[in-house]
């Protein structure tokens, strides 16, 4: 997958590019990296691609000439690339949607900064404005990382075992189980015996009661969405049963 950010801050990137698993990928090839910083279409020699917003108001917007020959550019070398622009605004990012995002051959991700960029941009062009929650940053840059990290790691060769993309938190609907690792005991709790039975029937089934009652505990309305299977009905009457204080 080739994805290029348009960005006034192109080494933030280097979090993703230069560490860790979406590092490796990049080494692997399994996603290519450029970034695109809108300055260098600036109509001025300092570089300026901000202006005040016409009818007053704090804060500075970023122009619409510079980021379109910035776009312009991205698309020279992805001509079907997703547009998307990081803004709270945005449909908030969720699983379905990285999954979704992955599946696409090439991804152009915008980077705001001040208060924003000039709405004509996005009435110009066809843009998916995505949202990591709702709250605001400074910038588009962290919110394009996390994007493209949950992409990236549903792309296929990235995770070193793709089983583990397959058991996260909402891959299958669900919030993942808890895990556990050397030592047997810490702090006066023993990891539960069923993990170190090596029964995989019923380590599986205990995995999937506790992601169940995790859910239901902490996300119900993962549940109210998804379809479950006998099994899971099954478990989590019983999970129902034993925490009765839970409304169904
Ligand atoms: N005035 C804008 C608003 O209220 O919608 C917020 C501007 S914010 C300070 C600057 C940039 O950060 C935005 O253009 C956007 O690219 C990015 N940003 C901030 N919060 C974000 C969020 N929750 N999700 C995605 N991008 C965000």
Redesign the pocket.
Known sequence: MHIQAITLFPEMFTALTDSGVTGRALQQGIWQFAAINPRQFADNPQGYIDDRPFGGGPGMIMMAPPLQAAIDAARQSSPQGRLI??????KPLNHMQAASLAREPALIVL???????DERILTSNEVTE????D??????EL?AMMLMDAVIRLLPGTLGDARSAVEDSFANGLLDCPHYTRPVEFRQQTVPDVLRSGNHALIAQWRLTQALRRTLTRRPDLLADRRLTPEESRLLQYIRQEERDIPL
């Not at 622009?85 to 945005?90: A, D, E, T, V």
């Not at 980077?111 to 960029?117: A, K, L, S, T, V």
Request: net charge neutral.
């Open positions: 622009y990081m803004s709270p605004q945005g980077c705001g900064r001040y208060e924003g960029i995505i949202s990591i929650g709250f605001v940053v400074s910038g588009g919110p």
